[in-house]
């Protein structure tokens, strides 16, 4: 059987209905969908790279898609400054090494590092020179980008920094 069927979902498709409570047919006892929450399962191979300002951005379950957290695969050199009012961010660092900066505070990255960043807190990163930074980024709320409370808000970095990745 191929990765792409392999499992009880289709590819691209949730499993059952998004907003039921009780057991549905093939789900295990004691099984209760509750909010708007579904199984779903998605492929990176399956999904089409965004071009972003700094690299490209694979929005493997996105738009609030099964009601738990969005996750995107980023490929970036650096991010500029900036925050998300109501939205958490949680990054896994797959490749490349580089820096971030969270609310002014500078941090190394480089595989294997976990950076977990609340709402209303201003961050930015930048690669290493002749690098490429690739991360996971699990957010939530399960929100659309296009939700006023998800999207980026750009930020002034302080004044008189300036090594701060630009916004």
Avoid: W
Avoid at 10 to 31: I, K
Wanted: aromatic share 4%; glycine share 14%.
């Amino acid at each position: 059987m191929s990765k792409a069927r392999a499992g009880r979902c289709a590819p691209r498709v949730e499993c059952g209905r998004a907003a039921t409570a009780g057991r549905g047919e093939g789900e295990p006892e004691g099984f209760v969908r509750t909010g708007g929450k579904a199984p779903l399962v998605r492929y990176t191979d399956e999904t089409a790279p965004t071009p972003c300002p700094y690299g490209t951005t694979t929005r493997v379950v996105t738009g609030g898609e099964g009601g738990v957290a969005n996750v995107h695969i980023i490929d970036v050199s650096e991010g500029g400054l900036h925050l998300h009012e109501a939205y958490d961010e949680t990054y896994y660092v797959l490749d490349g090494s580089g820096e971030i900066t969270l609310d002014g505070a500078r941090h190394a990255l480089r595989p294997g590092a976990v950076v977990i960043i609340p709402a209303g807190v201003p961050h930015a990163l930048k690669a290493a020179p002749g690098q490429t930074l690739r991360f996971v980024i699990f957010g939530t709320p399960a929100l659309p980008i296009s939700d006023e409370r998800a999207r980026p808000k750009k930020v002034s970095p302080p004044s008189g920094d300036a090594t701060a990745p630009r916004p």
